[in-house]
């Protein structure tokens, strides 16, 4: 089963054992949004997978990959 967005973020949120506060402080992203990108009830912009790409250490490609079309 392939893996989707929302699942991906949290799963690379919890391994650096960042709480939704810290992932905002990072990306300056709101923790009610983040919340909602991690239920899978919004998705984020280009610009915001860019952020969270790069705080996260991650390759753009590999979250863009698990957007669900």
Request: net charge negative; charged share 30%; aromatic share 2%.
């Amino acid at each position: 089963m392939k893996i989707v967005l929302h699942e991906l973020l949290k799963q690379l949120r919890e391994e650096r054992n960042w709480s939704l506060e810290d992932l905002s402080l990072k990306t300056q992203v709101g923790v009610e949004k983040l919340a909602m990108y991690e239920k899978g009830e919004l998705t984020p912009s280009i610009q915001t997978i860019l952020k969270l790409s790069t705080v996260l250490e991650v390759p753009a490609s590999n979250l863009m990959d698990t957007v669900e079309k």
